[in-house]
């Protein structure tokens, strides 16, 4: 069995630009519809939303509830099991946001 870091487990349910942003989405407003989502985040596609949701949902981050209704209701939330990653996503976007006010002194301009 190939042994690899444990760091690249992580990396591989949160790679990409979209996942993060949306985790922290879910975990600040909570449950959301998808089309709340998409005006959440207006620049994602829908298809690139519906993929990474798809992703998050098998990796068992984001809980799917379908409602038997019509017009069909999907709602999305973090699992208990996503919850965990909340620390980890806020120290994230708080690293990002004091790394673009380093990068603004040093260089004077907005990155």
Request: glycine share 6%.
């Amino acid at each position: 069995m190939k042994q690899y870091c444990k760091f690249e487990s992580a990396l591989e349910i949160l790679v990409g630009k979209w996942k993060p942003v949306i985790l922290l989405q879910l975990i600040a407003n909570g449950t959301m519809r998808f089309s709340e989502l998409q005006k959440a985040i207006p620049e994602i596609s829908k298809k690139m939303l519906a993929q990474q949701l798809r992703e998050l949902e098998y990796n068992d981050i984001v809980r799917r509830e379908v409602y038997s209704e019509v017009p069909p209701k999907v709602e999305y939330s973090i699992s208990d099991y996503g919850k965990s990653l909340g620390t980890v996503l806020q120290a994230m976007n708080d690293w990002g946001a004091a790394h673009i006010d380093h990068m603004n002194a040093r260089y004077g301009v907005d990155r």
